[in-house]
Structure formats: structure tokens, C-alpha cells
Nanobody
Framework: QVQLVESGGGLVQPGGSLRLSCAAS????????MGWYRQAPGKLRELVAHITSSGNSNYGDTVKGRFTISRDNAKNTVDLQMNRLKPEDTAVYYCNARVVINVEGAISDYWGQGTQVTVSS
């Protein structure tokens, strides 16, 4: 079983920065991709950013240019640097690890428990 533990959430003023970190219980190079998703009250969970095992990254439209995802294979961590935060970034942020399990593209997803990010003055 895979465990993902998030840290770094909290309260920040608009325009501020936070850095989230996700620590995995096994070597992250074994995952095809890792990423961050978020879910605000009353809304669906949405992609924030993800990064593949080869280092290619992808971002949700609302965070492009403000957030940066990175991975450290030696530490088995994936971080999300969030800059110029807005009130609409307020949500629970979840770490995700994904494995493609067959040639048809079936996937297996693992999730952390989430960390709250609140952007408010």
C-alpha cells in the first residue's frame, strides 16, 4: 500500500506564497505521474498540476504562471510552490500518485489525506 503525506498548508494573505510538500512511502520513480489536485467546498476536485516520471509537467489553467510543481526522486517528495495566491485558491489540496497498470491505459490512483490552504485577508 502507498502512503502519501501532505504538509505545508495554512492561512496566507492574498498575494502571498505557500509551498506544499508530499512525501511518498515508496520510491516515486515507480509512479508514472504525481500531482496535486484541489477541492473547494461545493466544487468538484480539479487538477492543479502534475509531473510525469520523465519530468514533464502540466498545470490547470487557473494556476499557470503562478504555481510550480517539482519532484525530488532522492527524497521521494513532490512539491508545489504557490505564488501570488488568490482567495479563489482556497481549497483542500490533495497529493496524487498514478500508475498505469496495463497497455490499455487503465490506471491506479493513490491519494493523500489533503491539506487545507486558505487565502484570506
Amino acid at each position: 500500500q502507498v502512503q502519501l503525506v501532505e504538509s505545508g498548508g495554512g492561512l496566507v494573505q492574498p498575494g502571498g506564497s505557500l509551498r506544499l510538500s508530499c512525501a511518498a512511502s515508496r520510491r516515486i520513480f515507480s509512479f508514472d505521474a504525481m500531482g496535486w489536485y484541489r477541492q473547494a467546498p461545493g466544487k468538484l476536485r480539479e487538477l492543479v498540476a502534475h509531473i510525469t516520471s520523465s519530468g514533464n509537467s502540466n498545470y490547470g489553467d487557473t494556476v499557470k504562471g503562478r504555481f510550480t510543481i517539482s519532484r525530488d526522486n532522492a527524497k521521494n517528495t513532490v512539491d508545489l510552490q504557490m505564488n501570488r495566491l488568490k482567495p479563489e485558491d482556497t481549497a483542500v489540496y490533495y497529493c496524487n500518485a498514478r500508475v498505469v497498470i496495463n497497455v490499455e491505459g487503465a490506471i491506479s490512483d493513490y491519494w493523500g489525506q489533503g491539506t487545507q490552504v486558505t487565502v484570506s485577508s
